[in-house]
């Protein structure tokens, strides 16, 4: 059967170059060897690792922030909290267990559930969440009507993406080919109606990705969400943030910590991911039924969350060396020029808009602290 690029080879060989959304799909999901569905490897160990790799203290603002939006939906004592691509369970894990903490109220009718593709991934989350009582679907509908919050950490940017460019000649699509057993890139006409979504400011040579994908899968939690909120964490930008970077298009592969030099070469072996669009996710969001309820960075919202609150000075130098480490695990999430430059964005649907904690609405009733 040969490995995944020896496959895609022959695939492009009996019926042609296909697109770079293909391709990524392929080498994210393939079955038999997509990186997710094989051996993707998270954290500091890993490929690469994200914020709650940094400790609890993500889990457990975004705790307060979670129990802030049940607070907004009227109390309701059973509801849902649903993780949506998971990776390592480590998130649901550090925010169910502040949730049972520091709001009792909340946490007694949560009912958890994770919404993940990865086979791989289900069995380190389970090992994560040992013991406890937690759904999982591989489609969010399968957990319909979810009543509560959903939320995506780092997610969005796993979804294949169409690489489109404007030349001389007009907008072309990437595709894979191939030449003497290697793939390579291929200009075409493009593979959809999507010519017409490249803006007009980028220039010749430059390159616009776009995630049909990701916006149907945002769309379809409409179908599944009744009541509550849905929020993505990620890194992108609006349409005019993204415009306004070189134009190379931000396709990129990580292997333990470093970017990969040819995202082609070696399909399955490693991660890929592309900046989200959250002008695209917002217009799919709001065609879909939801409302748009705020966004910010991932360093506001942290802040809003009380993340850096001042606590005495442990007695012990091994505390205080333990706090200190907290403490630099917290400038992390908070780096403007890093995960703190992470969007986070948050849609409704029949629930308020207005007053939310996460973009720093102060509310009475939905104080953690
Ligand atoms: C980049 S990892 C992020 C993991 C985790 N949220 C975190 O913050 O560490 C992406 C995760 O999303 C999962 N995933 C990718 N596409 C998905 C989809 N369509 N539905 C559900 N899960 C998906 C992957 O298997 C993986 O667990």
């Not at 890139?185 to 049909?212: H, K, M, T």
Request: glycine residues 10%; proline residues 5%; aromatic residues 8%.
């Amino acid at each position: 059967m040969g490995n995944l690029r020896d496959r895609i080879a022959a695939r492009i060989r009996a019926s042609g170059p296909i697109t770079f959304a293909d391709f990524m799909e392929a080498a994210l999901f393939d079955a038999n060897d997509g990186y997710y569905m094989t051996r993707a490897s998270l954290g500091f160990e890993g490929d690469y690792f994200t914020s709650p790799d940094l400790g609890p203290a993500f889990g457990r603002a975004l705790a307060r922030g979670v129990a802030d939006l049940w607070s907004r939906m009227g109390r309701p004592p059973v509801w849902d909290l649903v993780e949506a691509g998971a990776g390592r369970g480590i998130l649901m894990r550090d925010l169910l267990s502040a949730l049972e903490r520091e709001r009792s109220d909340a946490a007694r009718g949560v009912r958890p559930a994770i919404v993940e593709v990865s086979p791989r991934m289900r069995r380190q989350q389970s090992l994560a969440l040992e013991g406890r009582d937690l759904r999982w679907a591989s489609v969010a509908h399968s957990l319909a009507p979810i009543q509560g919050v959903l939320f995506a950490n780092e997610v969005l940017d796993a979804f294949p993406v169409h690489v489109l460019t404007r030349t001389s000649e007009g907008v072309r699509e990437l595709f894979v080919g191939e030449e003497s057993g290697a793939l390579v890139e291929v200009l075409r006409a493009p593979s959809q109606d999507l010519r017409w979504r490249v803006p007009e400011s980028v220039p010749v040579g430059g390159r616009w990705e776009i995630s049909p994908a990701a916006e149907g899968w945002v769309a379809s939690l409409a179908g599944a969400l009744v009541s509550g909120y849905i929020i993505f964490v990620d890194y992108g930008g609006q349409e005019a943030d993204l415009l306004t970077r070189d134009g190379a298009g931000t396709v990129r592969g990580f292997v333990r910590h470093r970017l990969v030099a040819d995202p082609l070469a070696e399909p399955g072996r490693h991660d890929l991911t592309a900046s989200v669009d959250f002008t695209a996710i917002r217009r799919a969001a709001e065609g879909a039924g939801f409302r748009f309820a705020g966004s910010g960075t991932q360093r506001d919202m942290l802040l809003a969350l009380g993340i850096r609150e001042a606590t005495a000075r442990p007695p012990a130098p091994i505390e205080q060396l333990r706090a200190a480490s907290r403490r630099s695990a917290i400038d992390a999430l908070l780096d403007p020029n890093g995960l703190g430059a992470f969007r986070v964005v948050c849609f409704a649907k029949d629930a308020p808009t207005d007053g939310l904690r996460i973009f720093g609405a102060t509310s009475a009733t939905g104080s953690m602290r």
